[in-house]
């Protein structure tokens, strides 16, 4: 989306919530089929999915607080509590209840970090003329490696208590 003429840019803003539309995209036709989760459109939600939140807490979170002399951002530690609970969420075997889970808790999210006064607005604003500077290294974030899924106990014991710590609560048995 272009800013319109008498509209500042915001160039960091534009971009990362294209990425969340090109994300829920994906994981929509993941899950376009009732019986069975598309494995190769979930594969790409998951790599995208972590680069995107690579981007966040490695350039931008670090980025808005140098930009306020080392003053974390007020929402800082609640989005990193997220994107901990997603990551790990990535890990399992994708099942309805774990999609569901991952949409559940990306809808509040992402709306956080797009809202007016939200992450990417306050990112647009803090850095000013050295928007297009920061837009550059997010875009040159590097592809995450991606192990496979995994299901053992342990993986689903850390989701839990990850999960929890964030303050959401996994019930698989209900969905
Ligand atoms: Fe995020
Ligand atoms: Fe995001």
Known sequence: MRPRENEQARPIT???MEDHRRLEMLLQSAVAHADHVDQGAYAQFRAGLLRHIGMEEKILLPAAQRLRGGEPLLIASKLRLDH???????????????????RGILKDHNTIEEGPGGLYETCDELAGSEAAKLLAKIQAAPEVT??????????????????????????EDEI
């Open 14 to 16: 534009d971009f990362l």
């Open 84 to 102: 901990g609970a997603i990551a790990t969420l990535l890990i399992p075997t994708p099942t309805v209840a774990i999609i569901a889970m991952i």
């Open 146 to 171: 991606v192990l496979p899924h995994s299901d053992t106990p342990t993986v689903m014991n850390t989701l839990h208590r990850v999960l929890e710590r964030a303050g959401y609560t996994f019930r």
